[in-house]
């Protein structure tokens, strides 16, 4: 689990928009790129997103 806190600073590498948390996976609010969270640490590559 991400910690609210963590979540609130950071950003989408892509677009630089907002992001959140949704079926384990940290969520772009504008792109909606998906990236993964692994072992409770979220991995914002871009490489690494989902549509």
């Given amino acids: 689990m991400i910690d609210k806190e ?3 600073i ?3 590498p892509a677009c630089k928009a907002d992001v ?3 079926d384990n996976q940290i969520v772009c609010s504008k ?3 998906k990236y993964p ?3 409770g640490i ?3 590559l871009i490489d690494q ?3």
Wanted: net charge positive.
């Fill in 37 to 39: 969270i692994k072992d």
């Fill in 10 to 12: 950071l950003a989408c």
């Fill in 20 to 22: 959140q948390l949704k």
């Fill in 42 to 44: 979220p991995i914002m």
């Fill in 6 to 8: 963590l979540l609130d």
């Fill in 31 to 33: 792109c909606g790129k």
């Fill in 49 to 51: 997103a989902q549509l």
